[in-house]
């Protein structure tokens, strides 16, 4: 279970996957970036509604999440469109081809129609399809490996039984040397002494404790509080009555292993092992936020049934209780609520949990995408100007 077959990227990353995608750097491009996709077999669009009107700190977020997407070690090369008024997309690309990897864009309001810029940008794709048609896999160490931990919509069960199993199965990751990121700020509050105490040094433990205050000042600048607003009506009709209940739950997901580091949303992690990313609760957001931080592959527990998936990395759907897998299990990889039934323990669970790590690394593909569940959204951190 130590190896895989990977796609090796000129910056020596692997990627478990060889996509061509087109992104917009500004929302006001997010249909063209669906019809420019609609015209090349086996293209994805990535589109947002971001890029445009944010204060300088959520911009910089914005293009660093934009820029870890389209340089992401599962993308095969990307094209990139831009508007032209003060658009990052052209500096992208050029960092990004410094970078080794195969990127093109495209600026608007730059003297070409919209019908020769389809034109231009079809062209562009369809031969970087060909191109990655005849790229060639090679055995990768699960050392390579950097895998996202997130859940959305949590019930009574979450945190005892998908969440523990996802831990058992992260603890497994780093202990062979790979890296495992857990997501999800919120859902922490109540719990974080708990990550803090892990933390290898008192740095980082300091700096998780400061990016979970930080979130909860944010949010009460607005009038609301979080540790009232929590659990959910989804968490509660699914039986959690407290954020502490929900927090302790959550937190299960990173098993017992030593808090290495603390990220940015959207940061790569420098590094090995047990991680922490600053992101919302929100499940899309937060998945594209592990994703342009790097991760290959994200665990997703779930209690509702959500079917959120990513456009470039593979989401691995693991559900809390027979019922749900029962109803949902088309768009469920793993039923963890075997454990309740007394079929399986959590470190059974989490075996096979790691198994298919492995096998959708190999190629195998998650309930989501065979759905083709493709959610993108970047995370803002204040209001549109």
């Known amino acids: 279970m130590r190896t895989f077959e990977g796609y ?44 445009k009107a944010q204060y300088p700190e959520d911009l910089e977020q914005t293009i660093r999440t934009l820029k870890g997407t389209a340089g992401h070690p599962n993308v095969s090369a990307a094209l990139l469109l831009g508007m032209g008024e003060d658009d990052p997309a052209e500096q992208m690309v050029e960092a990004l081809r410094q970078e080794g990897c195969f990127v093109h864009s495209i600026t608007f309001q730059k003297d070409k129609t919209i019908t020769d810029i389809l034109r231009e940008g079809k062209l ?11 790229q060639q896999k090679e055995i990768a160490d699960v050392t390579e490996l950097i895998i996202g931990l997130e859940c959305g919509g949590s019930d009574a069960w979450s945190g005892i039984t998908a969440n523990p199993a996802i831990g058992a199965c992260s603890d497994a990751i780093v202990r062979d040397g790979g890296t495992s990121i857990l997501a999800e700020t919120t859902e922490a509050i109540g719990a974080e002494h708990i990550l803090a105490n892990r933390a290898v040094n008192p740095a ?8 979970v205050k930080e979130y909860e000042e944010r949010i009460r600048d607005t009038g609301e509080d979080i540790r009232s607003a929590n659990p959910t009506p989804g968490n509660m009709a699914g039986g959690l009555t407290t954020l502490e209940e929900k927090s302790l739950g959550c937190i299960k997901k990173g098993g017992n292993s030593t808090l290495m580091e603390v990220i940015a949303y959207a940061e790569k992690p420098t590094e090995k092992g047990f991680i922490f990313m600053d992101t919302p609760g929100y499940d899309v957001e937060s998945v594209a936020g592990l994703a342009a931080g790097g991760a290959q592959i994200v665990l997703f527990s779930t209690g509702k049934g959500s079917p959120t998936g990513s456009p470039i990395v593979p989401v691995i759907k693991i559900g809390t209780n027979p019922r749900l897998y029962e109803i949902m299990s088309e768009h469920i990889d793993v039923n963890a609520g075997k454990i309740i039934e007394g079929k399986n323990t959590i470190d059974e669970i989490g075996q096979e949990i790691y198994k ?27 209001q549109t100007k």
């Open 204 to 211: 980082v433990g300091e700096a998780f404790l400061k990016i």
């Open 124 to 134: 562009w794709l369809e031969k970087a399809v060909e191109r990655s048609k005849g």
């Open 356 to 382: 298919l790590i492995i096998d959708t690394a190999n190629g195998g593909l998650t309930a989501a995408e065979k759905h083709k569940n493709q959610e993108f959204a970047i995370w803002r951190l204040a």
């Open 8 to 51: 090796r990227r000129p910056n020596g990353t692997i990627g478990v996957r060889n996509h061509v995608i087109v992104i917009n750097i500004v929302g006001e491009l997010a249909s063209l970036t669906k019809k420019l996709a609609q015209l090349v077999p086996g293209v994805i669009p990535v589109a947002h509604q971001a890029g």
